[in-house]
């Protein structure tokens, strides 16, 4: 099936980590603005780097057409790589605030 190879764990890692956050950690990450500002400073290094990886002119990294839902932006860049990126950076916040709070 088209786009399940990458998209369909994209969106899962998002729906997991902000379950996570939701249901069971509960550290009140997503209300802070420090949060926030972090992933567009994230983001801002992504782009960038991210764009320069997966240009259509001259990929350093390709994916397989049939595995992503083809949705590329800003510089050709897949929109899952944004998923990913999120899902990644906000578990190791959510796993540093836990720990931070046990101590």
């Keep these: 099936m088209t786009g399940l190879g990458y998209t ?6 998002v729906v997991a980590v902000c379950a996570l956050e ?6 009140g990450l997503f209300r802070r603005a ?7 400073i994230v983001v801002g290094f992504q782009v ?3 764009g320069w990886l997966t240009k259509l ?7 397989d057409g049939r595995q992503i ?3 590329r932006f800003p510089f050709d860049i897949p ?14 916040l959510l796993l540093w605030e836990r720990q931070r709070a046990r101590r």
């Design 22 to 27: 939701l249901m069971l950690l509960r550290t």
């Design 69 to 71: 839902t083809g949705l």
């Design 57 to 63: 002119s001259a990929p350093i990294v390709s994916y």
């Design 79 to 92: 929109v899952e790589d944004f998923l990913f990126g999120f899902a990644m950076v906000t578990a190791v």
């Design 48 to 50: 960038p780097v991210d």
């Design 34 to 40: 420090a949060y926030w500002l972090s992933m567009l």
């Design 8 to 13: 369909a764990p994209a969106v899962l890692a």
